[in-house]
């Protein structure tokens, strides 16, 4: 895979998304490339602690960066407005992206929650409607600079995952942006009926499964107030080893 941006967009919340950035850094680190992680908007932490992309940085030896980080635990737009803190506009998000990009082989780019989870604040548009500032936004955006770039889906494995995965697919598709595959966020090493019967069905649908995060992987950390990363250096040598067989449709 080619693309020097790669849009990591979950199905929703706590799907396995920062883990699975961790991986597919860590695997393309082991390929001799030098990459960075971006979050756009980090919720739900203060500024003295480590965030998403903190830790798959961590986890992966990629570099982490960050647009704007909040306390609240919320959407975006909801906590700057909580917070009477201003969000940067997606200009700036894109300009980050882009300067990241002349100085690193590949940039990772993970959202917050689902795909049409606003960034920034919503633009005003005709007929009193807002227009969207979200992932796909950003998206389109970086596109238009004529980079390579691909999106994967980070879904969940049990009951659920076929309605928000394919609506996210469809509305990707709708935006006239592709969908190179899906990483399963957290596979059980046992898949119950549910679970295995989803594989199928996604699969059947069109769908390319990259890959799957074995359940477990990654989380020896403490997620809150007192979030940090609890991983010995043996732990984390072995992620970077492990992380390029888990996903082998992202060689």
Same mark, same amino acid.
């Given at each position: 895979m080619s693309a020097r941006i790669i849009n990591i967009v979950g199905t929703d919340t706590d799907v396995g998304k920062t883990i699975a950035t961790a991986a597919i850094a860590a695997a393309r680190i082991t390929r001799g490339e030098k990459v960075a992680i971006f979050k756009p908007t980090q919720t739900g932490l203060t500024a003295s602690l480590p965030g998403d992309a903190q830790l798959a940085a961590a986890l992966s030896g990629a570099e982490a960066f960050e647009g704007a980080r909040l306390r609240y635990p919320m959407a975006p737009v909801a906590a700057a407005h909580r917070e009477n803190k201003p969000l940067p506009e997606l200009r700036e998000h894109q300009d980050r992206v882009e300067d990241l990009l002349g100085r690193f082989d590949t940039v990772l780019v993970?959202?917050?929650?689902?795909?049409?989870? !606003?960034?920034?604040?919503?633009? =005003?548009? /005709?007929?009193?409607?807002?227009? /969207? #500032? @979200? #992932?796909? !936004? $950003?998206?389109?955006? $970086?596109?238009?600079?004529?980079? =390579?770039?691909?999106?994967? +889906?980070?879904?969940?494995?049990?009951?659920?995952?076929? @309605?928000?995965?394919?609506?996210?697919?469809?509305?990707?598709? /709708?935006?006239?942006?592709?969908?190179?595959? +899906?990483? +399963?966020?957290?596979? =059980?090493?046992? =898949? /119950?009926?549910?679970?295995?019967? @989803?594989l199928e069905h996604l699969e059947r649908s069109g769908l390319t499964i990259l890959g799957a995060i074995p359940e477990g992987t990654g989380k020896g950390f403490i997620v809150g107030e007192n979030e940090r990363v609890l991983h010995s250096p043996e732990e984390i040598a072995e992620f970077r080893a492990q992380a390029p067989s888990w996903l082998p449709g992202l060689a």
């Open positions: 993970e959202g917050a929650g689902g795909v049409l989870v !606003d960034l920034a604040e919503p633009l =005003p548009a /005709s007929a009193g409607e807002c227009r /969207s #500032q @979200n #992932q796909a !936004d $950003l998206m389109l955006a $970086l596109a238009a600079v004529g980079v =390579p770039m691909v999106t994967v +889906i980070v879904a969940r494995a049990g009951l659920g995952t076929l @309605n928000h995965t394919g609506l996210t697919a469809h509305y990707l598709a /709708s935006r006239g942006l592709d969908v190179t595959g +899906i990483v +399963i966020g957290a596979a =059980p090493a046992h =898949p /119950s009926p549910v679970e295995a019967s @989803n």
